[in-house]
């Protein structure tokens, strides 16, 4: 019931700009945190950004100053803009997010999930 859908990866040169967008949908109560990761070939997969609950953003130092991400409470959707791309940026970006959700059947009761994007490849190249 509750997933996540990116869009917005693609081809762009380097020096360019881009904005990753990823909504949530489903009987989300809260989010705890929700934010973005990243998986260049032949690396693991690292944190690039994200939002925690109390509002607090954390970034890695190789896109702190570059990338921004923020969040639509009313729409649940996270953004990620990234700016003065360069080719190692080049990865493939997951969306994720943990969260608090409700059933139709219990509408008062709570179930935490963490939940992950399909993946959105960014390519930065010339």
């Known amino acids: 019931q509750v997933q996540l859908v990116e869009s917005g990866g693609g081809l762009v040169q380097p020096g360019g700009s881009l904005r990753l967008s990823c909504a949530a949908s489903?009987?989300?109560?809260?989010?705890?945190?929700m934010g973005w990761y990243r998986q260049a070939p032949g690396k693991e997969r690292e944190l690039v950004a994200t939002?925690?609950?109390?509002?607090?953003?954390d970034y890695a130092h190789s896109v702190e100053g570059r990338f921004t991400n923020s969040r639509d409470n009313a729409k649940n959707t996270t953004y990620l803009q990234m700016n003065s791309l360069t080719p190692e940026d080049t990865a493939v970006y997951y969306c994720n997010a943990d969260l608090w959700y409700t059933t139709p059947t219990s509408p008062s009761s709570y179930r935490y999930l963490e939940v992950w994007g399909q993946g959105t490849l960014v390519t930065v190249s010339s």
């Open positions: 939002i925690r609950q109390v509002g607090s953003t």
């Open positions: 489903g009987s989300i109560f809260s989010f705890n945190a």
